[in-house]
């Protein structure tokens, strides 16, 4: 179970290796979203995503002697390359299992980022079977993407620094909105600021048809996607919350909100016009909320993290594109 | 002229003010590159690029009396959102003159940013007088581009931080790479880092058929472009170097470096893929010339600034689409 103590730990691991992002913030996205908003903007983080502080959190608390061997995951997105670049600052052998038809631009950059990439048929293989094998031949440890504690703790390592900097702009109190897949981010800054900023409250963010956070806090139980695919939102897409993720949700999280994948490409363009940052769907859907679901917030300031900025030309293209139409 | 001691002054002015932007990088660039690039990205300042630390020094600089009557600027593009926004957060009048076909975005956003913008006709007015009456008028005072110390003294504060992350990151010498229009920004971190980091030499970046900068520095003499406008790269666009601006380059910097409009825009397409960052293509000189012309550097890390983001959807969907081409 993460505590307190452990995120504090990943942030001294994390020291000089993870960026410290700043919180950004615009005049005219507070006119819009009618309160002030404040972006914590992690698509500025190594590898694109807040996935490095997890990925880097969890290789580096691993035993030497262990670490040593190497590390596995699977994933073609954003933990992927979070676990890799990890990996290779540490120089230690990493594979990461990826589909065969994965894009070929996730394949590369994975390589890129010193990965071993073992791609396997969907149809016919069964990626764990090939997992754990690799695993027990050479000694790899798996690095979870959400369900492992010391991912969140690198993960909360983001709530501490939203902690400090809210304070540094006077905010004691506000609504601090998350992108939520499994929920190792969200989980991550809710332990955080549950020590370090109490009047704050975390609300986890989803696009329509994948709100099985919002639909489990509500619930208060798991509930499940119907689809398992198939949204723009890729990065934060899951079958269901995590079994470590979702008590710690339940216990501190705020309702889920749920927005379109309009909203969320409109977001991607308000990010890119008045903010300068490049924001993916999945990454955007926390800014969409505090732009498009003013309702549903309380107060008059909001933190908004932007998880991640991994989208190719083409996506980002058409979101522009939706702004000139 | 601008002292180390007016940059030090500028930037306990500017402090909890402009951001401090972060130092980014990227192994994907460093690979093109063939050495170590850092990437100050100043297209994340408060209203898009660096020009808000000139427009705040100089205006909170004013005797509080004279600063009360406001201020006036001339220019459609950066500098009078910069200026505009320091006026606005000092609350004090402030008049932007630009012409009447200036893109109506960038009039919008100027008066968005508090500012009353005064339109004329390019032909048949003249924008010195207009500009000449209204300070008469109204007591208001006019901030300068690039030629005004306490603007050079703002646009310097970014040299005290980039000698401060440089030292950070164990670097001790680099080449820093810098787009240059004016000089004001080019000049106040060459003072600044004259003092900071005696190690580092400062290289003045421009687009081809703009490169007076270069070419004076050649020449040891003020040099003029042959075109006044025509380029992609307009905010970095003016006649000539400085007269204040222009013996400091002369003293402190290395050869200018001079890069192709093609270069610039890939160098966009960049930034955008590998440090999630919109930089307009006046802003992406530098990081083209530090991805593109290595033969023009020495030594194994060169620092980059990239010093504004205010770029159209369409014209950052042109710069995608060569990508894709």
């Keep these: 179970m993460t505590s307190l103590a452990m995120i504090e730990a990943a942030a ?11 919180l950004l913030s615009s005049p005219f996205i507070d006119e819009i979203a009618g309160r002030r908003i404040f972006v914590k903007p992690e698509c500025l983080q190594h590898t694109g995503s807040f996935k490095f502080r997890g990925g880097w959190s969890a290789v580096s608390a691993l035993d030497p002697e262990v670490r040593r061997r190497g590390v596995i995951a699977f994933s073609s997105g954003n933990h992927a390359q979070g676990v890799a670049y990890a990996a290779k600052l540490h ?6 299992i990826m589909p065969s038809d994965a894009p ?23 990626r764990d079977a090939i997992g754990a094998r690799l695993a027990a031949e050479r000694g790899l440890t798996l690095i979870k993407p959400f369900d492992e504690p010391q991912v ?8 501490l620094e939203i902690a400090e900097q809210a304070a540094g ?32 409250t ?31 939102c890729d990065a934060i897409i899951t079958p269901q919350p995590g079994e470590i993720t979702f008590p710690i949700l339940k216990r501190l999280c705020g309702p889920g909100i749920v927005v379109s994948e309009e909203q969320a490409l409109d977001a991607v ?8 940052i490049v924001v993916e ?23 908004v993290v932007a998880s991640g900025g991994n989208v190719d030309g083409a996506m980002f293209r058409a979101a522009l594109e939706r702004q000139a139409a």
């Design 169 to 200: 702009e006077g905010i004691s109190a506000a609504e601090v909105l998350v992108p939520c897949g499994g929920g190792g981010l969200t989980s991550g800054i809710a332990l955080a600021l549950e020590a370090k900023a109490p009047g704050f």
């Design 202 to 232: 975390v609300r986890p963010c989803e696009p329509e048809g994948f709100d099985d956070v919002a639909r489990s806090l509500a619930a208060g139980t798991i509930q499940r996607n119907a689809r398992l695919s198939g949204s723009i």
């Design 281 to 303: 769907p999945g990454g955007a859907v926390a800014l969409a909320a505090a732009l498009f679901h003013p309702d549903a917030l309380a107060g008059e300031a909001v933190i």
């Design 152 to 159: 969140i703790a690198g993960q909360g390592t983001i709530g």
């Design 104 to 126: 070929k631009l996730k394949i590369d950059n994975t390589r890129a980022f010193g990965a071993e990439v073992v791609l396997y048929d969907r149809a016919r293989e069964d």
């Design 12 to 22: 001294d691991r994390l020291a000089g290796r993870a960026r410290r992002t700043p």
């Design 91 to 96: 120089g230690i052998p990493c594979v990461i």
């Design 269 to 276: 363009t308000l990010a890119f016009n008045r903010l300068k």
